[in-house]
């Protein structure tokens, strides 16, 4: 008797460990807009260049937070323009984050 409660006890315990350890990612994401477009947004915590507006940017992480996000829109012709906000990284896939994206919108200035 004692035996099959370990084996039981063991069976139920496996899956949960492995629920603890694999963990869940949460996604966000962003709609970057600019007025005019096709203006560079670069973030500007490690100078990546996430795209060319218009651009939808998601991010990924193992649980849910809420990430501040600093980023530059760059136009040959305009002044930079630098801008933080929030993404909320709750969304369980990144089509979903991309189905409600936190929308950036910046216009530039001729130089």
């Not at 100078?47 to 939808?56: E, I, K, R, Y």
């Not at 933080?84 to 409600?100: G, I, P, Q, T, Y």
Request: net charge positive; glycine share 4%.
């Amino acid at each position: 008797m004692l035996k099959t409660f370990k084996k039981t006890r063991l069976a139920l315990l496996i899956p949960l460990l492995l629920l603890t350890v694999s963990g869940c990612s949460s996604y966000g994401a962003a709609s970057l807009l600019s007025a005019p477009t096709g203006a560079e947004v670069v973030n500007l915590e490690d100078d990546s260049l996430l795209g060319t507006t218009p651009v939808m940017v998601h991010w990924k992480n193992d649980r849910e937070e809420s990430k501040l996000i600093t980023v530059r829109f760059h136009k040959t012709g305009y002044d930079d323009k630098v801008t933080a906000f929030w993404v909320n990284l709750r969304h369980s896939s990144r089509a979903k984050a991309e189905n409600e994206p936190q929308a950036v919108k910046v216009e530039l200035k001729k130089q």
